[in-house]
């Protein structure tokens, strides 16, 4: 087992994940290696480990880059957990 530090969404979904404290995230233990896209926004944080759903996962790659930038305008405008 490993710690990371993930950052969560209002609804558990899974922002963020890195191997350092960070002001806000939340210290988990997970056992590794992660999964490719962790951090994609189709993961969510549930029961104390992480559970794809592929619902949310964008369907193109401009779908992706918008959700992308969705993303980055809700962590600059500090509207993120």
């Not at 087992?1 to 979904?13: P, R």
């Not at 959700?67 to 405008?77: F, K, T």
Request: proline share 6%; hydrophobic share 40%.
């Amino acid at each position: 087992m490993k710690t990371y530090y993930i950052q969560l969404d209002q609804n558990n979904i899974i922002r963020d994940v890195v191997e350092m404290p960070v002001e806000g995230y939340i210290a988990v233990q997970i056992e590794g290696p992660l999964p490719v896209g962790i951090n994609g926004g189709w993961y969510k944080w549930e029961n104390g480990t992480y559970v794809e759903y592929p619902e949310l996962k964008p369907e193109t790659e401009l779908e992706q880059r918008i959700a992308d930038l969705e993303m980055a305008i809700v962590a600059i405008l500090g509207g993120g957990k």
